[in-house]
């Protein structure tokens, strides 16, 4: 079975932090790279964090230095720390394999909107 659930999101002021967390089924986590994505209002869904099977990350850019991927190859689960979080932060937080690395995906969970205030 095919599943993806996220969880974590919600209102937090400008400079506050979240922790997302991500549980996935064992046909999309297992041996694969894995990342965090957010989709906001009128934008495409953009990749911001990953992590391979071994640990490594990388990031976008724009988040380089306040967010932290994880995962838990025991649990199947991928944490998003997210630390001094700013108003363009806010989005449709999503996780999925590492689309750069396995190649386009047709399934997404339900997301969790993170929304960050100024």
């Known amino acids: 079975q095919v599943q993806l659930v996220e969880s974590g999101g919600g209102l937090v002021q400008a400079g506050g932090s979240l922790r997302l967390s991500c549980a996935a089924s064992r046909s999309i986590f297992n041996f694969n790279a894995m990342g965090w994505y957010r989709q906001a209002p009128g934008k495409q869904r953009e990749l911001v964090a990953a992590v391979t099977s071994g640990g490594s990350t990388n990031y976008a850019d724009s988040v380089k230095g306040r967010f932290t991927i994880t995962r838990d190859n025991a649990k199947r689960t991928v944490t998003l720390q997210m630390n001094s979080l700013k108003p363009e932060d806010t989005a449709v937080y999503y996780c999925?394999?590492?689309?750069?690395?396995?190649?386009?995906?047709?399934?997404w969970g339900q997301g969790t909107q993170v929304t960050v205030s100024s």
């Open positions: 999925n394999k590492d689309t750069s690395k396995t190649g386009p995906v047709y399934y």
